[in-house]
């Protein structure tokens, strides 16, 4: 029985539909000129000199007006924000976090913005993150694309190939920036911790008291005390 667009909207896990309609609210408007684009993207003269700070959010909520390129970053979105929410961040503890997660990988991506100069938007950097993530979190399941079989460690590397072929032979920028930034991450919180026994990586208490205090008991008020636990995360 197919579902309707309510039923589907509303069993999106709890970070990314409110992550998806934020983008789709920015979206409308600034299609329909209530909100200027040039308001929106990063500008980093106007953060410094007339701490317009709003911009860095912003950029990670704008991917252009509506479009194939729009709806296929929605796809991307929906998807494997949505892969990893309900896989590997399950749960109270894991949203927040999976919060740590996106906060770390927008810093970094600021940082590089900031050192790069020219990247207005990062929106779909952000998104090509999360799926580098999800595809080192089980590299050997098989993932289909266009009738193709692929290994998920190599699907966001398939992705850039395609980009690569789409621009006319140069690299998607953001999603080379995607991959730089998820690999750091999963370097940081998966290889070392089993390769040396080390924890560099570490979501700070903050995180897990902004769920508890909202999010996640908005999203799942029956959830257990999370916070004595280690939580549950599939490896």
């Not at 912003?58 to 929605?74: A, N, S």
């Not at 789409?166 to 999603?175: A, E, V, W, Y």
């Amino acid at each position: 029985m197919a579902q309707t667009v309510q039923e589907w909207y509303s069993s999106l896990p709890a970070f990314t539909r409110h992550y998806f309609t934020a983008v789709v609210a920015i979206t409308l408007l600034t299609t329909l000129g209530i909100i200027p684009v040039r308001y929106i993207i990063l500008d980093w003269n106007a953060v410094f000199q007339q701490f317009q700070i709003w911009r860095l959010v912003t950029c990670f909520l704008f991917f252009g007006g509506f479009g194939l390129p729009w709806f296929f970053q929605m796809w991307l979105l929906v998807t494997y924000f949505g892969h990893l929410e309900r896989g590997y961040y399950s749960g109270n503890r894991g949203l927040a976090e999976l919060l740590f997660l996106v906060v770390f990988g927008a810093v970094a991506m600021l940082l590089l913005s900031y050192l790069l100069g020219g990247l207005y938007i990062l929106s779909p950097a952000l998104v090509f993150m999360a799926l580098y993530v999800w595809s080192r979190k089980d590299p050997y399941q098989d993932v289909m694309f266009w009738g193709f079989r692929f290994l998920a460690w190599h699907f966001p590397f398939v992705m850039l190939i395609l980009g690569t072929l789409l621009s006319g032979g140069s690299p998607p920028i953001h999603d080379v920036i995607g991959i730089l930034v998820g690999h750091l991450y999963h370097f940081m919180d998966d290889i070392v911790p089993k390769r040396y026994g080390v924890t560099v990586l570490r979501t700070p208490r903050f995180f897990y008291d902004l769920v508890e205090k909202g999010l996640a008991s908005a999203a799942n008020p029956a959830a257990p005390a999370w916070q004595r636990t280690r939580g549950y995360r599939m490896q």
